[in-house]
Nanobody
Framework: EGKLLESGGASVQAGGSLTLSCTASGGPFGGSARMAWFRQLPGKEREAVAIITGFGGLRYADSVEGRFTISREPSNYTLFLQMSSLKPEDTGMYYC???????????????????WGQGTQVTVSS
C-alpha cells in the first residue's frame, strides 16, 4: 500500500524560506501520479497549496503564487515544495497528497486524492 512521508517542517521567521519534501513508497506512483501539497491552517479547512500533474502541469493557490514552487524528482519518487517570503499566515500543517486517477487534472479538492501523508508542521513567526 502506498505511503507518503513528509519532512522539512520547521519554525522560521517571517520573510524566511523553507523546503518541504515528500517521499512516496510502496504504491503505484511512478513518475506520473498527480501530486499536491495541501495545508491546514489553525481553525480552517484543509486547502490546496500547489499541484503538479502527471504531465508536469503546475497550479498554485492564489495566496502562494510567486512565493512557493512545487517540483518533483521522479527517479526517487520525491515531491518538493520550496517556500519563500514566508508569512505568519502560512503557519499550519502541510500535507503531501497523491492520486493515480485523472493525472492531467490539477484538482484543488482534497477529495480527489487517495494517498496522504501524516503532515509536517510549518510555523512562521513575525
Amino acid at each position: 500500500e502506498g505511503k507518503l512521508l513528509e519532512s522539512g517542517g520547521a519554525s522560521v521567521q517571517a520573510g524566511g524560506s523553507l523546503t518541504l519534501s515528500c517521499t512516496a513508497s510502496g504504491g503505484p506512483f511512478g513518475g506520473s501520479a498527480r501530486m499536491a501539497w495541501f495545508r491546514q491552517l489553525p481553525g480552517k479547512e484543509r486547502e490546496a497549496v500547489a499541484i503538479i500533474t502527471g504531465f508536469g502541469g503546475l497550479r498554485y493557490a492564489d495566496s502562494v503564487e510567486g512565493r512557493f514552487t512545487i517540483s518533483r524528482e521522479p527517479s526517487n519518487y520525491t515531491l518538493f515544495l520550496q517556500m519563500s517570503s514566508l508569512k505568519p499566515e502560512d503557519t499550519g500543517m502541510y500535507y503531501c497528497a497523491a492520486s493515480i486517477y485523472q493525472i492531467a487534472y490539477a484538482s484543488l479538492s482534497a477529495a480527489d486524492y487517495e494517498y496522504w501523508g501524516q503532515g509536517t508542521q510549518v510555523t512562521v513567526s513575525s
